[in-house]
């Protein structure tokens, strides 16, 4: 152990670092100026000899067993060149008052929020080479070295130890505005940086919380977007995101190609005529066939010209409009082949924030009917965040994934399912796939094809959720979004009881 002191004035915290001094163990460094936590830090880091380093605020504390149990995931996986850990939230007496309980490693979550924090494990040799810590990032020095230390890493060997590890004191002081800025502006010169190493030039603006982080990518071209939407009579739905389309959707690349599975409606077969009339970039086909979301979506991606497909059900409504460019922005983000947007009931509550494979056995939404302003924990609600599934009532997917992936499964996933069984394809082939809370529309959800009753119906769902778990082992399948420390029978995360230690993992281990 090495205590770093900052040039301390207290007689009491000098004698007490003296005692501790005469330890086998322990190794005190003594600054002659107050540096900052930069510098005292890298003091620290010049008399350590070990592999492994990591670093410990005065004020916390590690759980008994930590050590050990860190100690036994590097062991268990000695090409590791990362770890972290959980926390748990504890106050001056050191009653619990919260977890921080963390997804797998996320590149894309780590450049809205610094969630990997305490306990992080870092090989000396690799910090050696980056220069450790750097000054002048005062408040963020630790996120700074994050992005600089796991810049390039191969994903397979940053590891998660779902174990609160990691005692954090939080006490009852604040912070001043001026350091609270500070803070921020330092955070987000080091998030540039690092999206500029990667020859991504972005802007980094307010999150949805004002000390998180959104980058706002450089696009010099936008490409062009098929949106796919499947439709049936229904004027109301049909007219109402057709003109939010074409009269409120800041995006100038785009065709509409409506899928009919066979509308009665006088009224509506007018209306197609009339945007292919107004609209040189529309397209509507009608074709009378039993309903299959999956087979329409394919239908439409045989009409399609576009770089890139947005599946879009006729039943959601533009809420702002800079959606569409947000969506595809993220695709700036490496690997990514779908993007999904977040969802609200009209009530203003949650309808969609991303999917969770597993819960109940199948997959489901989690943080559903939660208020629209909801950040959830890590405020991971706030900022963009990696999937394993999102819906497919409003899904982007890059030209490159579709032409991987292939079409959506007509036969097995007819009406349910599909749009987790097509992300859980793209998953599987190493597509990354986002979540991104600054498109948001309302989604008035089933309207356009009712509700699943009748024997027949009801038939087709069991049978379709059958194939989800034949095709994907959904009841055994750990979805690196969340934590395995939390439920899966509620779309609302809840803590288990503790029964045993889960093992390190990596985001598709």
């Keep these: 152990m090495i205590l770093s002191d900052d040039a301390s004035t ?63 995931a590097l062991t268990d996986h000695p090409g590791a060149m990362f770890l972290y850990t959980d ?18 490693f996320d590149p894309v979550l780590l450049t809205g929020v610094n969630y990997i924090n ?10 050696l080479e980056i220069s450790y810590l750097r000054t ?31 005692w954090w004191r939080r006490t009852g002081s604040t912070y001043s505005r001026t350091f609270l800025e500070s803070s921020t502006n330092n955070a987000r010169r080091a998030i540039t940086e690092r999206l500029d190493r990667s020859g991504l030039p972005a802007e980094i603006k307010p999150a949805l919380t004002q000390t998180l982080h959104r980058p706002v990518f450089d696009i010099d071209r936008w490409p062009k977007i098929s949106i796919i939407i499947p439709s049936k009579d229904g004027l109301t739905l049909i007219s109402r995101i057709l003109e939010d389309l074409f009269e409120k959707t800041n995006y100038t690349d785009f065709e509409v190609i409506v899928v009919d599975n066979g509308t009665t409606d006088t009224e509506v077969v007018d209306l197609y005529e009339t945007y292919r009339q107004r609209h040189h970039n ?32 006729n039943d959601v409504e533009v809420l702002e409009p800079n959606w569409l460019k947000e969506m595809v922005s993220c695709l700036q983000f490496e690997d990514t082949g779908i993007v999904g947007a977040k969802l609200l009931f009209p009530d203003e509550k949650i309808q969609h924030a991303g999917v969770i494979v597993g819960f109940g056995g199948l997959a489901g939404h989690w943080y559903l009917n939660k208020p629209a302003n909801y950040g959830g924990p890590l405020n991971r609600l706030h900022v963009r965040n990696s999937m394993t599934c999102v819906t497919g009532a409003v899904m982007l997917i890059s030209g490159d994934c579709w032409s991987q992936v292939g079409m959506w499964d007509e036969e097995r996933f007819a009406v349910a399912y599909n749009d987790v069984d097509y992300c859980m394809r793209a998953y599987k082939l190493g597509f990354r796939i986002i979540w991104t809370p600054f498109a948001c529309l309302y989604h008035h959800e089933s309207l356009s094809r009712g509700s699943e009753v009748g024997k027949e119906k009801r038939m087709r769902f069991e049978q379709e959720k059958q194939n989800l778990r034949d095709r994907h082992d959904t009841e055994a399948f750990q979805d690196p979004t969340t934590n395995p420390n939390y439920t899966k029978n509620t779309s609302m995360p809840r803590l288990l009881p503790p029964t045993s230690l889960h093992p390190a993992r990596t985001w598709r281990s």
């Design 282 to 313: 529309f397209k509507a086909e009608i074709v009378v066939e039993k309903f299959n979301f999956a087979r329409s979506i394919n239908r439409g991606y045989r009409l399609a010209s576009g770089d890139h497909f947005l599946v879009l059900n």
């Design 118 to 127: 305490h306990l992080s494990f870092y090989r000396h040799d690799r910090l």
């Design 87 to 104: 926390e748990l939230v504890v106050d001056d007496k050191l009653a619990p008052k919260g977890v921080m309980l963390k997804p797998a």
């Design 10 to 72: 207290s007689s009491e915290t000098i004698k007490s670092l003296s005692a501790l001094a005469s330890r086998q163990n322990i190794k005190v460094v003594r600054n002659e100026h107050n540096g900052g936590i930069a510098a005292a830090t890298n003091s620290g880091l010049a008399q350590a000899r070990g592999r492994w380093v990591t670093f410990v605020d005065h004020d916390d504390l590690l759980a008994p067993h930590a050590l050990k149990v860190i100690r036994r």
């Design 136 to 166: 002048g990032y005062d408040g963020s020095q630790d996120y700074d070295l994050l992005l600089r230390y796991l810049d390039g890493l191969d994903p397979g060997d940053i590891f998660h130890l779902p174990y609160p590890a990691y």
